[in-house]
């Protein structure tokens, strides 16, 4: 019988120098042809919803809004439902007080609005002499230009205040038609009087317990955030466009009541809203003032109640209910903005808050989670 030498026999320079062999084995891929595949696929089905969005605004627009608007509004219809009102009449109540609200806010605004639109030839030339005081850095400003040897053409170009053909085009696109607005209303009564019987239709296309179960919670959570967000963010707004409309009676500028409405209008776009007021109060002090500096009194407070209202009481306040990060909005902001107009930056928030609903409830329990520390 034939007895191999084990390791232990073999000299030590043996055991030692013997070399391993290659291995074989092939590492699989870093991405995996699947991977890309369905990559891919995810993003032409992404880029062609877009398109059909954009396309079809007209349509798609008012009944998104209807149904976002809707669930923000459907506790206030069942708290009228609670109280023995039915549940179609509760839709029309809510919707009636909603339109009132809005009919009123346009009033306010829309008066001192037509006012100025029929002076605007006018507003221009006194806007136009008020900015005189910007000749100097005008002219210092040419003559850098002319000794670092650029054109002359700005140069010789006098000042002139840009045309007002514009107004026509941004009213048109500010402004939803007729078609649009009742479209929106119509669905949005709808939508509150049967949105217990959608809710429940919804939840019984599921056939399991466990997602049947998920799909209440996910409707449950979406709409008490939607409640909560608009509620909180309505009184906000309100208490901005208040405060808007006594610094602007402070400091003697024309039509408060309008501005202060405008502010807490403004104020559901998030960023673009504080800024396009800020330059609105800035026009508007400049014109109304002798100098420009006692015309910048009232911009300048308004940036002061923005800053406290944006890093401070918003923060706090919806801060407790949804973490909403910065970035986050600003994209869902731009984004939205740009498919739909400003209704879309005003749904951009909310739609975002239903995106990490969504995200927060259909994420695997066992999903891969950072490390802490």
């Known amino acids: 019988m034939r007895v191999l030498p084990n390791e232990h026999s073999l000299p030590r320079e043996a055991a030692t ?55 923000m509004l459907s506790p206030a219809a069942g708290f009228l439902e609670r109280h023995r009102i039915p549940r179609a009449v509760s839709a029309v109540l809510v919707v009636s007080a909603l339109g009132a609200g809005i009919a009123f806010i346009v009033g306010l605004i829309s008066a001192p609005l037509m006012q100025w639109s029929t002076r605007l030839p006018e507003l221009g030339t006194l806007l136009r002499d008020k900015l005189h005081v910007f000749d100097r850095p005008l002219a210092m400003w ?29 009213v048109e696109f500010l402004s939803p038609t007729f078609t649009e607005f009742l479209l929106f209303f119509a669905t949005l009564v709808l939508f509150i009087a049967s949105w217990r019987d959608l809710r429940r239709a919804l939840i019984m296309t599921f056939t399991g317990h466990d997602q049947r179960l998920r799909a209440l919670r996910i409707l449950n959570a979406i709409e008490e955030h939607l409640g909560g967000y608009l509620l909180t963010v309505t009184m906000i707004n309100l208490g901005v466009g208040a405060a808007t409309g006594i610094i602007c009676a402070v400091t003697g500028m024309p039509n408060p009541a309008g501005l202060g409405a405008l502010a807490a209008t403004l104020n559901f776009l998030p960023i673009i809203g504080p800024v396009a007021m800020f330059v609105i109060l800035t026009v508007v002090g400049v014109i109304a003032f002798s100098t420009i500096g006692a015309g910048l ?77």
């Open 142 to 170: 040419r003559d850098l230009q002319d000794m670092v040897g650029g054109s002359d053409a700005f140069a010789a170009a006098p000042f002139q205040m840009p045309k007002f053909e514009w107004v026509q085009p941004t």
């Open 297 to 373: 009194i009232a911009p300048l407070a308004f940036v002061g109640l923005a800053f406290v209202e944006g890093h401070f009481v918003t923060p706090t306040i919806i801060g407790r209910r949804l973490e909403l990060n910065a970035l986050a909005v600003f994209v869902a902001l731009a984004f939205w903005t740009w498919l739909w107009g400003p209704m879309g930056g005003f749904l951009s928030s909310p739609l975002l808050i239903v995106a990490l609903i969504l995200r927060d409830h259909l994420r695997p329990p066992d999903s891969p989670q950072l490390p802490s520390g």
């Open 17 to 71: 120098s013997t070399p391993l062999p290659d291995s074989k084995t092939e590492l699989p891929p870093v991405i995996r042809r699947a991977e890309v595949v369905a990559f891919a696929l995810v993003a032409l089905l992404v880029i062609a919803v877009v398109a059909v969005l954009y396309a079809a605004k007209a349509f798609f627009l008012p009944i998104v809004a209807a149904f976002v608007v809707g669930t």
